[in-house]
């Protein structure tokens, strides 16, 4: 039996929410008591068009365990990295705000608890429809093929890993290849890991920002990333 974690840090990067994010984070309040550790959520806001910072804001004042941080530029892989940099905790997991169902979470966070120094992976069963599906196939396959991995859900959230992974601290992308790059650093540095199979599909609120054209530009990114070699392992001095 591991000993419990000081404190957790659930990073959740926040775009374009406001109609959702208050009773989404009250709701993983709520399920975040049964899990035997303190922990805080650090809601990135990032380039929001709407009211979401007000929102988040308002939730940092009335909840003790919130802190907000806002960045003037959008991106995924910008927005993870940010809480990356400013989180306390010595178990950390980032999570899609979008779809993360506050169960699935929970579930991941007390994997982490129970086994220590691992990383927890989501792995998701089913997508919303058939071209979701095949898109998420072909992707997870060339991941596979050009960096040798293992994983069949590369983008899955929520992730989670000690603060002894310090590999996993310094992560490059800004954009939504992070998640592919996050698992070839544990590729590369033999973190173990398991993958926690999950099957929600839901939404909670507002408009999916992948289509054809972030699709190709994935793609296309993984190649890139390949043939400039930032795959390899990084040179230390």
């Not at 169960?103 to 429809?129: M, S, T």
């Not at 058939?130 to 072909?138: A, E």
Request: charged share 25%; net charge positive; proline share 4%.
């Amino acid at each position: 039996m591991t000993a419990s974690p000081k404190l957790i840090s659930i990073i959740l990067p926040v775009h374009n929410q406001a109609d959702h994010i208050e009773s989404l984070v009250k709701d993983f309040v709520s399920e975040l008591g049964k899990v035997p550790a303190p922990y805080e959520l650090v809601l990135v806001e990032n380039a929001s068009r709407d009211t979401t910072l007000g929102v988040c804001r308002r939730l940092e004042s009335e909840l003790q365990c919130v802190r907000v941080i806002s960045s003037e530029k959008g991106g995924w892989g910008r927005a993870v990295r940010l809480g990356l940099d400013k989180v306390e905790g010595d178990v950390i997991c980032y999570a899609n705000s979008a779809r993360t169902t506050p169960q699935d979470l929970v579930i991941c966070l007390l994997y982490a608890v129970a086994y220590g120094d691992i990383v927890v992976k989501a792995n998701r069963k089913i997508r919303e429809n058939w071209r979701r599906r095949m898109g998420s196939l072909l992707f997870n396959i060339e991941c596979r093929s050009l960096f040798d991995l293992s994983n069949w859900d590369v983008n899955g959230t929520p992730k989670v890993f000690p603060r002894s992974f310090d590999g996993l601290l310094n992560l490059r992308r800004i954009d939504d290849l992070i998640d592919t790059e996050f698992c070839i650093v544990c590729r590369q540095r033999d973190y173990p890991m398991i993958e926690v199979p999950i099957f929600s599909t839901r939404r909670h609120g507002g408009k999916s920002t992948t289509g054809y054209a972030s699709a190709v530009r994935l793609y296309w990114g993984a190649v890139a990333m390949w043939r400039k070699r930032e795959w390899l392992p990084r040179q230390t001095s």
